[in-house]
């Protein structure tokens, strides 16, 4: 897809904030410091443009781009930061949820988990979330440029047993490995 426009348009903490153009939306989900903001930038190829950190937590509200002026790319924030307190995980769990079952406009739910690592628990709940609801979603295993070749396909097989329902795209925000293949289930699901 060809990106003529990528603008941050607003951030969301309850349903009175959402947009309500009634475009249609593809969402990003993960725990925090997975990589949801540094996907959403490497795939408009615009740095900067959600905001990415080290530090785990970095994006803690329900954040809006428009894409084209036709779509939205929707940046959650990242669950399972052990280190938030009881009420801003419970807040999590409530924002997300919210938005996550009541959102007609969206279209597709992009759920990433760590291509180094075995589906962590909350993972797993988050997919079987999915599954259970037939949303339209798939996996991306991100940060795929940090591992061998071979040790990429063991833990994608590792990934797929773990998530035995849904389709997996392995992707690198550094190198840009899995973007054509993730635009065309994006565009796909348009
Ligand atoms: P929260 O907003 O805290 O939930 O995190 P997030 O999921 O938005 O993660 P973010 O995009 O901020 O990335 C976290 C860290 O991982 C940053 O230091 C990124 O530079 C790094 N990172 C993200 N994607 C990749 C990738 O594909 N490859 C490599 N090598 N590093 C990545
Ligand atoms: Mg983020």
Same mark, same amino acid.
């Given at each position: 897809?060809?990106?003529?426009?990528?603008?941050?348009?607003?951030?969301?903490?309850?349903?009175?904030? %959402?947009?309500?153009?009634?475009? #249609?939306?593809?969402?990003?989900?993960?725990?925090?410091?997975?990589?949801?903001?540094? *996907?959403?930038?490497?795939?408009?190829?615009?740095?900067?443009?959600?905001?990415?950190?080290? !530090?785990?937590?970095?994006?803690?509200?329900?954040?809006?781009?428009?894409?084209?002026? !036709?779509?939205?790319?929707?940046?959650? #924030?990242?669950?399972?930061?052990?280190?938030?307190?009881?009420?801003?995980?419970?807040? %999590?769990?409530?924002?997300?949820? $919210?938005?996550?079952?009541?959102?007609?406009? *969206?279209?597709?739910?992009?759920?990433?988990?760590?291509?180094?690592?075995?589906?962590?628990?909350?993972?797993?709940?988050?997919?079987? %979330?999915?599954?259970?609801?037939?949303?339209?979603?798939?996996?991306?295993?991100?940060?795929?440029?940090?591992?061998?070749?071979?040790?990429?396909?063991?833990?994608?097989? $590792?990934? +797929?047993?773990?998530?035995? +329902?849904?389709?997996?795209?392995?992707?690198?925000?550094?190198?840009?490995?899995?973007?054509?293949? *993730? %635009?065309?289930?994006?565009?796909?699901?348009?």
């Amino acid at each position: 897809m060809k990106i003529t426009g990528a603008e941050f348009v607003k951030s969301a903490f309850n349903e009175s904030h %959402w947009t309500t153009d009634g475009l #249609p939306e593809i969402a990003f989900l993960g725990r925090s410091n997975v990589g949801k903001s540094s *996907l959403i930038n490497s795939l408009l190829q615009r740095k900067g443009l959600a905001r990415t950190s080290n !530090t785990p937590g970095r994006t803690q509200s329900i954040n809006f781009f428009l894409i084209n002026e !036709t779509f939205y790319f929707v940046d959650l #924030p990242g669950y399972g930061y052990a280190k938030v307190s009881k009420t801003m995980r419970a807040d %999590w769990g409530k924002m997300a949820e $919210e938005y996550l079952s009541k959102r007609e406009s *969206l279209r597709l739910f992009i759920q990433l988990v760590d291509a180094r690592h075995k589906p962590t628990e909350l993972d797993k709940q988050l997919n079987e %979330w999915l599954v259970f609801h037939q949303k339209n979603h798939l996996i991306v295993a991100t940060k795929a440029d940090k591992l061998s070749n071979n040790k990429l396909n063991k833990s994608l097989q $590792e990934i +797929e047993q773990a998530l035995p +329902e849904s389709k997996i795209i392995a992707y690198s925000a550094t190198t840009g490995k899995g973007r054509d293949a *993730l %635009w065309r289930e994006i565009e796909n699901s348009l």
